[in-house]
T-cell receptor
Framework: NAGVMQNPRHLVRRRGQEARLRCSPM?????VYWYRQLPEEGLKFMVY????????ESGMPKERFSAEFPKEGPSILRIQQVVRGDSAAYFC??????????????FGQGTRLTVV | TQLLEQSPQFLSIQEGENLTVYCNSS?????LQWYRQEPGEGPVLLVT?????EVKKLKRLTFQFGDARKDSSLHITAAQPGDTGLYLC????????????FGQGTILTVHP
């Protein structure tokens, strides 16, 4: 059973370009979460999506950032007009559709974005 | 806003020593998870604790959830160099089980 797959693993963008990060959840998982880890900081929640729905985007910056999880295909985190401060590791996690309090989220290996 | 305070931030010990990492909050969590993260990789789940007072053991690692479900600890017995890494606690609130609040992490170094 393949784990959470993220690509690319490393992404370099010039200031002002767009960054597109992809996440394929584990098989059978329909809930996807995106987190950002800035250098020397912990992971911060960004957005929670289910298929075709944004459930909670309370951690997303108000501008330039968007996320989607279409009916078919991977979840996409899009950052428009990147700035140097966007340089970070972006992690995706997935969890199954139903479960109790011990439902667990599994993380991908992350995409390391560097803005030059 | 839920916050998790993790301590210590850095821990450097000799092989064979015991250690404890703490995770504290003023908020109640539905569950609390412990992860280990290697450089350049994603967090790997070690354990999930759900019930107040719960204790779980994973070989030389012992995890405890506080009675009030506001704090947790990770105890490692007879640490080995292979235990070196970043340890993260993360709390889940409500029914969004994957929406986690992370502590700042503890960087553990075990010297041979």
């Amino acid at each position: 059973n393949a784990g959470v797959m993220q690509n690319p693993r490393h992404l370099v963008r010039r200031r002002g370009q767009e960054a597109r990060l992809r996440c394929s959840p584990m098989k059978g998982h329909s809930h996807v979460y995106w987190y950002r880890q800035l250098p020397e900081e912990g992971l911060k929640f960004m957005v929670y999506l289910q298929k075709e729905n944004i459930i909670d985007e309370s951690g997303m910056p108000k501008e330039r950032f968007s996320a989607e999880f279409p009916k078919e295909g991977p979840s996409i985190l899009r950052i428009q007009q990147v700035v140097r401060g966007d340089s970070a590791a972006y992690f995706c996690a997935s969890s199954p559709p139903t479960g109790g309090l011990d439902t667990e989220a599994f993380f991908g290996q992350g995409t390391r974005l560097t803005v030059v | 806003t839920q916050l998790l305070e993790q301590s210590p931030q850095f821990l450097s010990i000799q092989e064979g020593e015991n250690l404890t990492v703490y995770c504290n909050s003023s908020s109640v969590f539905s569950s609390l998870q412990w992860y280990r993260q290697e450089p350049g990789e994603g967090p790997v789940l070690l354990v999930t604790v759900v019930t107040g007072g719960e204790v779980k053991k994973l070989k030389r690692l012992t995890f405890q959830f506080g009675d009030a479900r506001k704090d947790s600890s990770l105890h490692i017995t007879a640490a080995q160099p292979g235990d070196t890494g970043l340890y993260l606690c993360a709390g889940a609130g409500g029914t969004s089980y994957g929406k986690l609040t992370f502590g700042q992490g503890t960087i553990l170094t075990v010297h041979p």
